[in-house]
């Protein structure tokens, strides 16, 4: 297998290889649950479902692993704003994440650990840490002595000397050092908290991932995943304890980061009033144009979410769609495509999972069986199933999209683009039929006027080799 992976670690692209042969571990850090979920999480979970999807067909057994960090500052934050449990919000919040992800046709990972499930876990990390002096003991809070780790900053390439004493470091006077992290918080009123050998008291962020990641795939495992914001000082810290804890380097072996997500070329946030959920999102656009315009760029790039960025994934997919069903419907002829799905899928998964590669590969391969379509009036039966049959399991089972059945996802888009509408589908449907009569007639101004005022209502007529006429809302 010559499977290529850019890792954060090393900035290159590396062959791939498993620590253990056919097997591969590995973890994603997953959402905190305070609030419904945006396209940054979702992001996320695409991308890294597609390589869960893609591991898997190339013949490994993979355990993946991506957890909820379900107690957090902004958890109980919204608890006393609300005025509600904080595990009642946390809970909320994780249920509502999984039907959005179910919807968008993530997979649900081999587990789905919460930080809250493993305390414990969390203790003896901890303990080691302080038994080899890499972490001590403050008024009842632990921290993790940044300076003692001398290969902090491997990950983000920062030097320790050099690390801004900005918004992303936390200043405590409990500290030692302005750098050093919080392992355990000493409890504080209207908090959660679990005792422990130091004090009531909550898990800092950080532990929880280093805990439930050794518990359920050891101390070095082979993929660790999440957003690109992520890398530090998450991901930095993560690999500090961990491998302090441990004495084993890498605590990763590969270390994949996806890029941000823009909303009209600015940098989602709150703030900017920019914030979109995916909730939101779906009540406008199919889940599988959704998760097409997800894929569209490389992973670790930025993507863009504009309205005109999401109707082009939305034509892309309908145009792949009306191929396929163009496809079914054509009768027993000669008309072949002698292709293979599985090496166009391989020529871009195998250069760090480059989906836009696989598109532009399928839209090479549509463009040629519609010309073929042209050419022949009928297909080869058993070609056609082949096709149909090949591009599912391949490249629909892989980037998650293409599964549905042509003729209902085009209807589908068609009603969407109806209530987005000032016209209705009798209209547009009577206005075929006069403009059918029209050309009977000879009366071809009155056809282009048909077209042309229907273009203006947001309606685009094709005329098919058939005879037949068909619209679609652009």
Known sequence: MSLKIYNTLTRKKEVFQSITPNEVKMYVCGVTPYDDCHLGHARAAVVFDVVFRYLKLCGYHVTYIRNFTDVDDKIIKKANESKKPWDEIANTYIQSYQEQMKKLGVEPPTQEP?????????????????????????????????????????????????????????????????????????????????????????????????????????ETFDLHGGGRDLSFPHHENEIAQSEGASGKEPFARFWMHNGFVNINAEKMSKSLGNFLTVKQILEEWDPEVVRYFLLSSHYASPIDFTDTALKNAQDALSRIYETLSRLQSTPIGEGQWKGDFSSLLKKGMDDDFNTTVVMGEVFNTIRTINSLLDKHRGWDKENKEEILKGLKETVGNVLGVLNSNPKEFLERQKQKGLKKSSISESEIQSFIEERKSARLAKNFKRADEIRQELETRGVVLKDNPDGSTTWEIR
């Open 114 to 218: 919460r930080a809250t499930e493993h305390i414990q876990e969390m203790h003896q990390v901890i303990q080691k840490l302080i038994d080899k002096k890499l972490a001590y003991v403050s008024e009842n809070d632990v921290f993790f002595e940044v300076r003692k780790f001398k290969n902090y900053g491997k990950l983000s390439h920062k030097k320790i000397d050099e690390l801004d004493m900005g918004a992303r470091i936390e200043i405590n006077e409990k500290k030692k050092d302005p750098l050093d992290f919080a392992l355990w918080k000493s409890a504080k009123p209207d908090e959660p908290f679990w005792d422990s050998p130091w004090g009531k008291g909550r898990p800092g962020w950080h532990i929880e991932c280093s805990a439930m990641s050794m518990k359920y795939l050891g």
